[in-house]
């Protein structure tokens, strides 16, 4: 089987923020009644802990986002992924679920800078509403970036993590490269 690779083959662009390709990481996507009890103890059972409305529970590498009210995003490492599909269907047994996995479906990128630059980046993009109060660390918003669609979320102050289509991810490091070119800040937040 040939090995996985991402669709950047580690690309990074700097500017006033710096757009990195994150690597291989695993991602699942569970699709249940995330309101249906035997379906929450099922996912805590396998070890996954469901975020609430709009959050991500852990990180990249290990947590979840929450996607929408049916839909989560279990993150772990690439390499662990088939195993996790495995527990987890093993977990929900015969709850009503769809459990795939889709990592080398996605592209992911880190987003770094200083101050409130990569929310600037971001902002210039996305119809989110990006500033401090209202998207702070913890949560996850399912957007657009320009035309393409994306999930992104902030992992401390100056970096978000950022996840598109594989088949988008050129276009995505372009339009981030471009917004991101010094000179170009809009200084708004």
């Given at each position: 089987m040939p090995e996985s690779v991402t669709p950047l083959d580690g690309a990074v662009c700097s500017g006033f923020v710096t757009i990195n390709d994150a690597g291989l990481a695993g991602m699942i996507l569970l699709r249940a009644d995330l309101d249906d009890t035997d379906v929450v103890s099922a996912l805590k059972g396998a070890g996954i802990e469901p975020p609430g409305t709009g959050e991500l529970a852990g990180e990249l590498g290990n947590g979840a986002l929450w996607m929408s009210p049916d839909e989560l995003m279990i993150l772990c490492a690439h390499d662990e992924a088939e195993a996790t599909v495995a527990t987890l269907k093993e977990a929900l047994g015969g709850l009503h679920a769809l459990v795939a996995n889709v990592s080398?479906?996605?592209?992911?990128?880190?987003?770094?800078?200083?101050?409130?630059?990569?929310?600037?980046?971001?902002?210039?993009?996305?119809?989110a509403d990006l500033r401090q109060n209202s998207f702070p660390p913890g949560r996850v918003r399912r957007t657009r970036l320009a035309q393409v669609p994306a999930a992104f979320w902030f992992a401390g102050d100056d970096e978000a993590v950022l996840i598109c289509f594989r088949s988008v991810a050129g276009y995505v490091l372009d339009l981030l490269s471009k917004v991101a070119t010094p000179g170009s800040e809009v200084g708004h937040f």
């Amino acid at each position: 089987m040939p090995e996985s690779v991402t669709p950047l083959d580690g690309a990074v662009c700097s500017g006033f923020v710096t757009i990195n390709d994150a690597g291989l990481a695993g991602m699942i996507l569970l699709r249940a009644d995330l309101d249906d009890t035997d379906v929450v103890s099922a996912l805590k059972g396998a070890g996954i802990e469901p975020p609430g409305t709009g959050e991500l529970a852990g990180e990249l590498g290990n947590g979840a986002l929450w996607m929408s009210p049916d839909e989560l995003m279990i993150l772990c490492a690439h390499d662990e992924a088939e195993a996790t599909v495995a527990t987890l269907k093993e977990a929900l047994g015969g709850l009503h679920a769809l459990v795939a996995n889709v990592s080398d479906a996605r592209a992911v990128f880190r987003l770094s800078g200083e101050g409130p630059a990569v929310r600037e980046v971001l902002a210039k993009l996305s119809p989110a509403d990006l500033r401090q109060n209202s998207f702070p660390p913890g949560r996850v918003r399912r957007t657009r970036l320009a035309q393409v669609p994306a999930a992104f979320w902030f992992a401390g102050d100056d970096e978000a993590v950022l996840i598109c289509f594989r088949s988008v991810a050129g276009y995505v490091l372009d339009l981030l490269s471009k917004v991101a070119t010094p000179g170009s800040e809009v200084g708004h937040f």
